[in-house]
């Protein structure tokens, strides 16, 4: 009998490490591709969801015509423990949050489920969870890219009609083009938790994995958005930079046949950078503003905007230490930019300095 009692706590022991091997697997990115990104979450953009962290979120403003509603009736928190965006049939207006920080190279990871979708018909609803250089918020964010009007809009999930896909829709000259590479199609399963993950790779290609029982699975073919032809995708300028992230279940159009309430639940979005670079925001030397360091990767130019009109010491270094350019500077209307023209392609270190401390980051000149 004793032991028999070992052997059931044993196996008990080993089937809840292996359950959270299998979560942990489904929370970080694929073993494969993980020596790519930190091992650490970038928290200023992820969220776990057991609150909405206004200062990491906004509502997606209502315009009045957009099919989203503000307020606690359309965006709230589920037992503290994932976001709820609630779409309200009578009123024609779903839920929304926008993103307050921006975000770029890296993988992302999600957990979402669609409730009150019926599978055996199109819906009016719009649920997704995607990326852009405004944030649409009610407060309201804009960055540049450093790309004019080019950029990459990302759908980590795109509910439209009566299935959900992962897409890329690229613009040129701020329009939407009509070659959208897909990289994921399903039509079913919608109440069911789905994990996904994306890899967004400074390199020129975008990924797309899923979690299925611990594992992750690659979905979709590679696609390149680099600014050279690729048979896959046929993307052929290049899309990239900081975004933001937004989450809403919009009403969209009559087209479909389902208009009751319908909700998306978010239970986690993660952002894990790519290792070795900082992301294009950081934070002030002084630790009182917060700057934006664009375009990155750079071919010419690279642009701080965030800074005090004060002088600071600009500081570009290689990655084995070797100082290749120290300059001071008097910083007038807020943002200065820096030549590094001359600079090989490769990494390198920017430091800045001021009277308080010193700040470091990394960035790709092309």
Request: proline share 3%.
């Amino acid at each position: 009998m004793k032991n028999y009692f070992g052997k059931a706590i044993v196996l008990f022991m080993l089937g809840a490490i292996y359950s959270i091997n299998q979560a942990e697997a489904q929370t970080t990115p694929p073993a494969e591709v993980a020596s790519k990104f930190s091992k650490s979450i970038d928290w200023s953009v992820s969220d776990n969801f057991t609150s909405i962290d206004w200062n990491k979120w906004c509502y997606r403003k209502d315009d009045g015509s957009n099919g989203i509603g503000e307020g606690s009736q359309y965006a709230y928190i589920v037992n503290n423990s994932y976001l709820s965006l609630k779409g309200i049939g009578a009123n024609k207006k779903g839920g929304g949050l926008s993103g307050l920080k921006t975000s770029s190279f890296g993988f992302y990871i999600t957990k979402f489920r669609f409730v009150g979708f019926p599978e055996d018909h199109s819906s009016v609803w719009h649920p997704a969870i995607w990326s852009s250089p405004w944030n649409m918020g009610t407060n309201a964010k804009f960055v540049s890219n450093g790309n004019g009007g080019a950029w990459l809009e990302i759908d980590l999930m795109e509910y439209l009609g009566n299935n959900w896909h992962v897409q890329l829709a690229p613009r040129k000259d701020n329009v939407l083009l009509a070659n959208r590479p897909v990289m994921m199609n399903r039509d079913y399963g919608y109440n069911d938790w789905v994990t996904l993950g994306m890899e967004y790779n400074q390199d020129g290609y975008i990924q797309a994995w899923e979690g299925v029982n611990g594992t992750w699975v690659k979905r979709g073919p590679k696609i390149w958005y680099s600014g050279y032809e690729n048979s896959e995708s046929k993307v052929f300028y290049k899309c990239k930079g900081p975004q933001y992230w937004i989450l809403s279940n919009k009403y969209h159009q009559e087209w479909g046949y389902h208009k009751g309430d319908s909700w998306l639940h978010v239970d986690y979005f993660y952002y894990y950078p790519t290792a070795g670079l900082t992301n294009q925001r950081i934070m002030s030397v002084s630790n009182e503003v917060s700057l934006t360091l664009y375009p990155n990767p750079t071919s010419d130019q690279l642009k701080i905007k965030g800074l005090k009109n004060e002088k600071y010491v600009f500081q570009i270094s290689d990655t084995q230490g070797r100082m290749l350019w120290d300059k001071s500077a008097k910083v007038n209307g807020n943002e200065i930019s820096l030549d590094v023209d001359q600079l090989s392609s490769g990494l390198y270190i920017l430091t800045i300095k001021d009277g308080v401390g010193k700040e470091t980051i990394n960035f790709i000149k092309e």
